[in-house]
């Protein structure tokens, strides 16, 4: 398993807080790097955007060299959305993946109620009679 990472809020706001770093000095990159335990290359990837998301302890380091709270910088991404990424070794879900490519290549007059019922051939629309 990979480990959790955040994401970067804005690099404006980390240049700000290094610009009034604890203490009442500011920090450069190289100095922020050397305290938070990382190279200075990552620091400068993170800041350009180049690679905008680090892991939690980098991000925890960062934020106590520079005493903030870790959500004052960094942000955690939202959860992929439901059925994103999931694995096809469901069987269920496989199955519902078929009939749904099914229904969309099946023949637009046919009706809704017919769609991935049978495998049959696709025929053109035929209104129920009233019950």
Not at 7 to 12: A, G, N, Q, V
Not at 33 to 62: C, Q
Not at 118 to 131: F, T, W
Request: proline content about 8%; hydrophobic content about 30%.
């Amino acid at each position: 398993m990979t480990p959790a990472r955040r994401y970067l809020t804005d690099s404006d706001v980390l240049r700000g807080l290094m610009r009034r770093a604890p203490g009442g000095g500011s920090l450069d990159i190289r100095s922020l790097a050397d305290a938070a335990g990382v190279s200075k290359s990552k620091i400068h990837a993170l800041m350009t955007g180049e690679r905008p998301s680090v892991t939690e302890d980098v991000a925890e380091r960062i934020c106590e060299v520079l005493a903030v709270r870790r959500d004052a910088v960094f942000y955690e991404p939202l959860p992929t959305p439901m059925g994103m990424g999931m694995g096809m070794g469901n069987h269920r879900q496989e199955g519902a993946r078929r009939e749904h490519e099914r229904a969309v290549d099946a023949d637009a007059t046919r009706g809704s109620y017919e769609l991935g019922e049978h495998d049959g051939p696709v025929g053109p629309y035929r209104r129920r009679p009233p019950r």
